[in-house]
């Protein structure tokens, strides 16, 4: 008995005047997303974490708000005070490279939360109705998320708000929010979200497209981690290595990759990404084909995947021509130009503006594998391996770097509320 009334008294014992508040009411740049962190080979997830860490590393006082589910959601302390920005675990920051300036902050979200479809139970309402107007409200300057809900939530309670939208949704946009002066800018990776959003209520003025970008982490020379890939990959007496790393999807062009494989038995192929299942299917296809030169290492860790990217000789980009490829962001194209090492990519149309940059590349159609392996053939006569890299390539992309989207979105954001976020 006693232990519950000690509990309840917690919140409590902390003074209320503006001399003494706590480490809270700091006034923090929120990046919010209404998933649980971390997860492997999410995009999505990749792109809000590198955001909210590209303006940590601006000087911004930037805090990555998640979700936590499970057991170590029933603490009361943690129910009454949710909003505890901390440094990252050592496991969030290797999965995500999060660097030291980053905070985090994870709400719990204890059962029965989104165990029905049910409004009140769900994990929006809680961080709606609850967490953001009770707790995030009084340490916010500004949100940025992708949760429409959430942007929402944040205009009613006076919190300016930016918003991102990455793919087609069909979503109606209400005047009285994208109206509002709270309601700073929206951002999308391709002009035709842009064209669906402005067709759905969002107002010109008020939607930008700006790419994604790349980590620094690929851009610094890994050469022993990559020279040990090499050993470990090339085998058979092949000497070459073709690399795909992205998500296991017959969209992606991985199926086509696999029938390339069969046309190359000198090169040898290594597919970073996917999950078990993925994995385990996609190995079946190629023994189905009896293709023996290409190998599925799963999902990698972003360090893992760096040094793999430059143990390379070549990079594939085999995306196929579907609607995704209209809007699909070069976030893998970034990372592969990072490396310094010759891509092969097909024509679509999210990644032509790149075709004539100043980058160690070949290209060809979509959907056709006798084209693609040509290309393979034509890039690795062209452009040799080099371990250093190719310097135009490695040049050419740092205009991309996740610090540069921060710095252009912030470029939108009126300088009242600008001046506020930095101080």
Same mark, same amino acid.
């Given at each position: 008995m006693k232990s519950r009334f000690y509990l309840i008294l917690i919140p409590?014992? #902390?003074? =209320?005047?503006?001399?003494?508040? +706590? =480490?809270?009411?700091?006034?923090?740049?929120?990046?919010f997303t209404r998933n649980v962190l971390p997860q492997s080979n999410v995009a999505s997830l990749v792109q809000v974490a590198h955001s909210a860490n590209a303006a940590a590393n601006l000087g911004y006082p930037a805090v990555l708000v998640y979700l936590r589910k499970g057991w170590n959601t029933l603490n009361p302390v943690d129910l009454l005070r949710p909003f505890q920005p901390r440094k990252p675990d050592d496991q969030l920051a290797k999965i995500y490279n999060i660097q030291d300036k980053l905070k985090v902050a994870d709400l719990p979200m204890p059962w029965p939360i989104d165990l029905w479809d049910s409004k009140w139970t769900s994990a929006s309402t809680i961080v709606s109705k609850y967490y953001l107007p009770i707790h995030l409200v009084k340490s916010t300057k500004i949100v940025h998320t992708r949760d429409w809900n959430f942007v929402k939530a944040a205009i009613k309670n006076g919190i300016p708000a930016i918003y991102e939208q990455h793919h087609h949704e069909d979503k109606d946009f209400q005047p009285e929010v994208v109206r509002n002066p709270l309601f700073q800018i929206s951002v999308t990776v391709a002009?035709?979200?842009?064209?669906?959003?402005?067709?759905?209520?969002m107002p010109p003025e008020k939607v930008i497209t700006l790419h994604n970008g790349f980590n620094h982490f690929f851009l610094a020379r890994q050469t022993e981690a990559a020279r040990n890939w090499r050993q470990q990959l090339l085998t058979d007496g092949r000497q070459y290595l073709a690399v795909y790393a992205g998500g296991l999807y017959p969209f992606k062009g991985v199926d086509m990759l696999v029938d390339v494989a069969q046309e190359l038995p000198l090169v040898q192929f290594a597919i970073a990404g996917g999950d078990s299942s993925q994995v385990t299917a996609y190995q079946k296809l190629a023994q189905s084909k009896q293709v023996n030169n290409i190998k599925f290492l799963g999902y990698l860790p972003q360090n893992q995947l760096a040094s793999l990217l430059q143990a390379a000789d070549v990079l594939t980009h085999p995306h196929c021509l579907t609607e995704a490829a209209?809007?699909?962001? +070069?976030?893998? #194209? #970034?990372?592969?130009?990072?490396?310094?090492? +010759?891509i092969v990519a097909t024509e679509i149309a999210s990644l032509m503006e790149f075709k004539s940059g100043n980058i160690a590349a070949t290209w060809c159609e979509p959907d056709?594998? &006798? &084209?693609?392996?040509?290309?393979?053939?034509d890039c690795l006569t062209k452009y040799p391996r080099k371990s250093e890299g190719y310097a135009e390539t490695m040049d050419f992309v740092k205009q991309f770097s996740w610090e540069n989207r921060i710095e252009r979105i912030m470029g939108y954001i009126d300088e009242g509320v600008r001046s506020q976020i930095i101080n």
């Amino acid at each position: 008995m006693k232990s519950r009334f000690y509990l309840i008294l917690i919140p409590y014992q #902390f003074p =209320i005047t503006n001399s003494q508040l +706590p =480490i809270t009411m700091s006034k923090y740049y929120v990046f919010f997303t209404r998933n649980v962190l971390p997860q492997s080979n999410v995009a999505s997830l990749v792109q809000v974490a590198h955001s909210a860490n590209a303006a940590a590393n601006l000087g911004y006082p930037a805090v990555l708000v998640y979700l936590r589910k499970g057991w170590n959601t029933l603490n009361p302390v943690d129910l009454l005070r949710p909003f505890q920005p901390r440094k990252p675990d050592d496991q969030l920051a290797k999965i995500y490279n999060i660097q030291d300036k980053l905070k985090v902050a994870d709400l719990p979200m204890p059962w029965p939360i989104d165990l029905w479809d049910s409004k009140w139970t769900s994990a929006s309402t809680i961080v709606s109705k609850y967490y953001l107007p009770i707790h995030l409200v009084k340490s916010t300057k500004i949100v940025h998320t992708r949760d429409w809900n959430f942007v929402k939530a944040a205009i009613k309670n006076g919190i300016p708000a930016i918003y991102e939208q990455h793919h087609h949704e069909d979503k109606d946009f209400q005047p009285e929010v994208v109206r509002n002066p709270l309601f700073q800018i929206s951002v999308t990776v391709a002009d035709t979200v842009r064209d669906s959003m402005i067709k759905n209520g969002m107002p010109p003025e008020k939607v930008i497209t700006l790419h994604n970008g790349f980590n620094h982490f690929f851009l610094a020379r890994q050469t022993e981690a990559a020279r040990n890939w090499r050993q470990q990959l090339l085998t058979d007496g092949r000497q070459y290595l073709a690399v795909y790393a992205g998500g296991l999807y017959p969209f992606k062009g991985v199926d086509m990759l696999v029938d390339v494989a069969q046309e190359l038995p000198l090169v040898q192929f290594a597919i970073a990404g996917g999950d078990s299942s993925q994995v385990t299917a996609y190995q079946k296809l190629a023994q189905s084909k009896q293709v023996n030169n290409i190998k599925f290492l799963g999902y990698l860790p972003q360090n893992q995947l760096a040094s793999l990217l430059q143990a390379a000789d070549v990079l594939t980009h085999p995306h196929c021509l579907t609607e995704a490829a209209t809007f699909t962001s +070069p976030l893998k #194209f #970034f990372d592969y130009m990072a490396s310094g090492t +010759p891509i092969v990519a097909t024509e679509i149309a999210s990644l032509m503006e790149f075709k004539s940059g100043n980058i160690a590349a070949t290209w060809c159609e979509p959907d056709n594998p &006798h &084209h693609f392996a040509q290309s393979i053939r034509d890039c690795l006569t062209k452009y040799p391996r080099k371990s250093e890299g190719y310097a135009e390539t490695m040049d050419f992309v740092k205009q991309f770097s996740w610090e540069n989207r921060i710095e252009r979105i912030m470029g939108y954001i009126d300088e009242g509320v600008r001046s506020q976020i930095i101080n």
